[in-house]
């Protein structure tokens, strides 16, 4: 890790929910609490707690050098609404497959 750089994962008990054009696109009592340096704190859901069926993959990948390679979902109308990250860096192994919103609010 870069100097200065820290990211740490803690296992919420928040009620998050992701709802979008009044659509529950994902609902948990279990997210992992991703803080980034430089970053807001972002939810990382469990798959089960997420409806993948409203998803559909994105051609979109990132790299990030701490997380490692993401990939994205989309719904019609919002591009690249959701990302995971299938492979992580050891260092945030606790967030492979977990899904990650730019939206989230806490119930």
């Known amino acids: 890790m870069t100097t ?7 296992q919420g008990t928040d009620h998050v929910r992701v709802v979008r054009e ?3 696109l994902a609902e948990s009592r279990r997210p992992l609490l991703l803080h980034e340096t430089g970053l807001p704190v972002r939810y990382y859901l469990p798959p089960a707690d997420v409806r993948t069926e409203l998803l559909t993959p994105s051609e979109t990948h990132t790299h990030c050098p701490f997380k490692g390679d993401a990939s994205y979902w989309s719904l019609p109308g919002a591009a690249d609404l959701v990302w995971a990250y299938p492979e992580p860096k ?11 919103f730019y939206d ?3 119930v």
């Open 4 to 10: 200065g750089h820290r990211i740490t994962i803690e």
């Open 22 to 24: 009044g659509q529950t």
């Open 90 to 100: 050891p260092e945030v192994a606790e967030i492979k497959d977990h899904f990650c």
């Open 104 to 106: 989230t609010e806490v």
